[in-house]
């Protein structure tokens, strides 16, 4: 079993940053990859951002250039550092991780951009 804990969501203004966390409960090495989704409400929940274990990286078109995933192994920990926000980026963020044929799902992060 794997516990997945968001936290960093906040409200910001337009063109504003936050940067969210993710601590795993074990070595996120274990893991094929970590992720970020997002859902805004009455849409479907999306892929923001992948960081796979060998290093290689994906984004989706409406973040690249703004947003950059990350990781600290000693802290089990995946970063997800949001600049240049947009009211469009307004969405509970999720973490995201596969293990033993079992996705695994954190609780979720608010995140609003308004001003």
């Known amino acids: 079993q794997v516990q997945l804990g968001e936290s960093g969501g906040d409200l910001v203004q337009p063109g504003g940053s936050l940067r969210l966390s993710c601590v795993a409960s074990?070595?996120?090495?274990?893991?094929?990859?970590m992720a970020w989704y997002r859902q805004a409400p009455g849409k479907e929940r999306e892929l923001v951002a992948r960081l796979w274990t060998g290093g290689s990286t994906y984004y989706a078109d409406s973040v690249k250039g703004r947003f950059t995933i990350s990781r600290d192994n000693a802290e089990n920990t995946v970063y997800l550092q949001m600049n240049s926000l947009k009211p469009e980026d307004t969405a509970v963020y999720y973490c995201?991780?596969?293990?033993?044929?079992?996705?695994?799902w954190g609780q979720g992060t608010q995140v609003t951009v308004s001003s």
């Open positions: 995201n991780t596969h293990s033993s044929s079992t996705f695994y």
């Open positions: 074990k070595s996120i090495f274990s893991f094929n990859f």
